[in-house]
T-cell receptor
């Protein structure tokens, strides 16, 4: 079945460091891919998305490129801030006939000043 | 983007009582709503999918008699935790999606409701 695998956290970085959070998926066809962010005590906010191969989603300095050949959707940011500390979830929506999302386990990011 | 609200944002109830959580789509018609449960420092676990006017479809292992879901209108779904016990304490998150216009195909998440059962 379809699945999403995220790198284990927590990830601890200094402010202004480069961030990569790996996400790979298993799915048939061309799923839509998403990154969500969850701040402490809050729900999920859509960070960015991509709906077809080679699409690049970007928002607030974060980027991720839909790589069909490697079945990956890694999240990157060139310079993280303390305010980026949160849990990041990679998710996919399968190609066919369902609105259900499949979530990764989440990666906790802590940015130190 | 489309906006989804939840009420209450947090609730404390006594063991054996029931508690209702509301999920509303504020600016679009939500034909499908999802209810998730999140344990501390864990991912979201899908509990059930509800379509407006139909019975909810529960995921395997979720007790439908304990977690009653009603989706009576295109903007409102409710989750009622019946005869709550401390092990039901959790963070409950809803999401909504539509099939046309705003809110189409993507899930838009509510801010979550923290339930504590004492």
């Amino acid at each position: 079945g379809d699945s999403v695998t995220q790198m284990e956290g927590p990830v601890t970085l200094s402010e202004e460091a480069f961030l990569t959070i790996n996400c790979t998926y298993t799915a048939t066809g061309y799923p839509s891919l998403f990154w969500y962010v969850q701040y402490p005590g809050e729900g999920l906010q859509l960070l960015l998305k991509a709906t077809k191969a080679d699409d690049k989603g970007s928002n607030k300095g974060f980027e991720a490129t839909y790589r069909k050949e490697t079945t990956s959707f890694h999240l990157e940011k060139g310079s993280v801030q303390v305010s980026d500390s949160a849990v990041y979830f990679c998710a996919l929506r399968p190609t066919s006939g369902t609105y259900k999302y499949i979530f990764g386990t989440g990666t906790r990011l802590k940015v130190l000043a | 983007g489309a906006v989804v609200s939840q009420h209450p944002s947090w609730v404390i109830c006594k063991s054996g009582t029931s508690v209702k959580i509301e999920c509303r789509s504020l600016d679009f018609q939500a034909t499908t709503m999802f209810w998730y449960r999140q344990f501390p420092k864990q991912s979201l676990m899908l509990m059930a999918t509800s379509n407006e006017g139909s019975k909810a479809t529960y995921e395997q292992g979720v007790e439908k008699d304990k977690f009653l879901i009603n989706h009576a209108s295109l903007t409102l779904s409710t989750l009622t935790v019946t005869s709550a016990h401390p092990e039901d304490s959790s963070f409950y998150i809803c999401s909504a999606t539509g099939t046309s216009g705003k809110g189409t195909y993507e899930q838009y998440f509510g801010p979550g409701t923290r339930l504590t059962v004492t």
